[in-house]
């Protein structure tokens, strides 16, 4: 498998690949991913000149790690297949897909990757893909392209695209995402794939933008796409265990491992229940925040 296939990306943040002022040094702000876009933030008339600052970023600047993410155009453009090129050649570690509506979409853009890699001398199955879901079609198909490539680390869901073909609005409330939501993560989690939240756009809404994180948190999203530096500590803070999850975690690695050397199935930790079905969870809580630097423990 890739190393790079399970990281941790509880924020990954859209900029412009148009302004070359925000492309120079988003590190600063210590997202987990970057996404570098081609897409719908760039004028169609200047999607020549965005391909050229990308390719230039790609190759000079030192992200520090920071996941370069490019969000390429939909395969119903003229732009794709130029936009793969450029992101190869450049480096880019993942693309995504946007408007994917079947598993075909991303078998075609890995083609074209392979031929990319092969052209430029990256090593081939180096460049990662991931899939925004923006339409109903997409929606629906989920599993399928969950399932479509080795490549493909997970969906995310594209809320304003995707509430424009339901026919309805983004209220804040989330009703009109609900369904999506529950059916994109119950697809990705049958995959074995990773699931990222929408934007979330009104940027003076600080309060309902967490209210919003803490929600598709507990839905079982891995993170979510972002649009601006102010709400990546509000993500890292909700993705992130605290301390006293992390405390109770290793308590119930431990007393599992110990109970079960006892023939004992069932017992309690701080007065709740605990058998098997708790482990991997809390497994999961100590690998969340050791990849998130707060956990430096062996289990
Ligand atoms: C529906 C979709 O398709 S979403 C995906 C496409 N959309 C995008 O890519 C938009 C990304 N976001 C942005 O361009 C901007 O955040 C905007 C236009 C929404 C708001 O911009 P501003 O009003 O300037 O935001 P704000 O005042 O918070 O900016 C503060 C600082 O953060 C920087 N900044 C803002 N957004 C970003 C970003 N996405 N990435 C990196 N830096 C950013 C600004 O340049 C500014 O830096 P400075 O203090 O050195 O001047
Ligand atoms: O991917 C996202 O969240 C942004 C986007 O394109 C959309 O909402 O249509
Ligand atoms: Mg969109």
Same mark, same amino acid.
């Given at each position: ?12 943040? +859209?900029?412009?690949? #148009? ?35 990308? /390719? ?90 969950? #399932?479509?490539?080795?490549?493909? %680390? ?15 609005? %983004? ?59 102010? #709400? =990546? ?14 405390? +109770? ?6 007393? =599992? ?16 229940? =605990?058998?098997?079905? /708790? ?21």
């Amino acid at each position: 498998m890739h190393p790079n296939k399970k990281r941790l990306r509880r924020s990954m943040m +859209f900029l412009n690949c #148009q302004k070359p002022g925000l492309i120079k040094d988003p590190y600063i702000y210590k997202p987990d991913s970057i996404m570098l876009d081609l897409e719908d933030a760039v004028a169609e008339n200047q999607k020549d000149a965005a391909r050229y600052s990308l /390719f230039h970023a790609l190759q000079e600047i030192d992200y520090h790690g920071v996941e370069r993410v490019v969000r390429i155009n939909g395969l119903d453009t003229p732009h794709w297949k130029e936009d793969i090129r450029v992101c190869v050649a450049g480096g880019a570690d993942t693309i995504r897909i946007a408007k994917t509506e079947t598993a075909q979409d991303v078998r075609t853009v890995e083609e074209h990757v392979l031929a990319a890699e092969r052209e430029f001398g990256r090593p081939e199955g180096s460049t990662l893909l991931m899939a925004a879901l923006e339409s109903c079609k997409g929606v629906l198909n989920a599993l399928e392209v969950c #399932q479509s490539s080795d490549r493909l %680390i997970g969906i995310a869901l594209s809320g304003g695209d995707y509430t424009k073909d339901l026919q309805t609005t %983004i209220t804040g409330t989330g009703v009109e995402l609900m369904g999506a939501r529950q059916h994109m993560i119950m697809a990705a989690r049958a995959a074995g794939v990773q699931c990222w939240d929408t934007v979330f756009t009104n940027l003076d809404d600080m309060e309902g933008f967490e209210k919003e994180t803490r929600m598709i948190k507990l839905m079982g999203f891995d993170g979510k796409s972002l649009v601006n530096p102010r #709400q =990546i500590a509000v993500v890292h803070k909700v993705f992130t265990p605290a301390e006293k999850e992390i405390v +109770f975690a290793e308590k119930v690695v431990r007393e =599992i491992d110990d109970k079960k050397a006892k023939g004992i199935g069932v017992f309690t930790v701080d007065g709740k229940m =605990i058998d098997i079905a /708790f482990y991997d969870g809390a497994k999961r809580t100590l690998a969340m925040a050791k990849a998130a630097g707060v956990y430096k423990g062996e289990l």
